[in-house]
């Protein structure tokens, strides 16, 4: 069996059915890359340990799954692949993708569609976008973290938590974002990659000077 395929069984306790759905997401996520350019070619024969389980590492880090929302979402990282494990788990909640590439979206609809998956897709910047709720954000490879919370914050100061993957430049951003904003962070190292973490953020405020 598959490493990548046997982490989702033991980790997630993932169906046949839900392996078939990674397994269609794979394919059209090639298929597509041609000529959308959304993901690195040199990775396009490791999908299932580089973009899969990077984004699936986050999925446990969820408190409270009734609204997700995935900002840049571009391939569908995380935001699709947290959907299919909520699915799995038979989890209702809304997940929202937003991203402003009209040609992504028109790929995370179709994709969803062959998937069968219940998600809201938001064309539009991130700036456009009315928060309504408390929601968890997440994202992977978007902005840099000052410049994220720079635009949540000012859309809805009341963002209960931010799940961020992010690459080696992570403390710099943390203390970069530290200058301007006061939060509470947890650091998790990823499982895909030594350089790599993700940060959960919360109780974010804008720092006294």
């Not at 569609?113 to 408390?134: G, P």
């Not at 947890?186 to 953020?201: A, H, N, P």
């Amino acid at each position: 069996m598959n490493n990548d395929i046997e982490f989702f069984i033991k980790k997630f306790n993932v169906s046949r059915e839900t392996i078939e759905k990674l397994n269609i997401y794979n394919d059209f996520l090639l298929e597509n890359n041609k000529l959308l350019n959304l993901i690195g070619k040199t990775t396009e024969k490791h999908v299932f340990s580089r973009h899969f389980k990077d984004s699936a590492q986050i999925y446990n880090l969820i408190d409270d799954k009734s609204e997700i929302i995935d900002i840049g979402s571009g391939a569908g990282f995380p935001g699709i692949i947290i959907k299919i494990l909520m699915v799995n788990d038979k989890i209702e909640g809304n997940v929202v993708l937003i991203d402003k590439s009209p040609k992504k979206c028109k790929f995370l609809q179709d994709l969803s569609n062959k998937l069968s998956l219940i998600l809201k897709i938001e064309n539009l910047r991130l700036e456009d976008y009315k928060f309504n709720k408390i929601s968890t954000v997440v994202s992977r490879a978007f902005k840099k973290t000052v410049e994220t919370i720079d635009i949540l914050f000012k859309n809805n100061e009341k963002i209960r938590n931010i799940i961020l993957i992010k690459g080696k430049t992570y403390q710099q951003e943390l203390d970069d974002a530290k200058k301007k904003y006061t939060f509470h962070v947890e650091k998790f190292r990823s499982i895909t990659s030594d350089e790599s973490y993700i940060l959960k953020i919360s109780n974010i405020k804008l720092a006294t000077t």
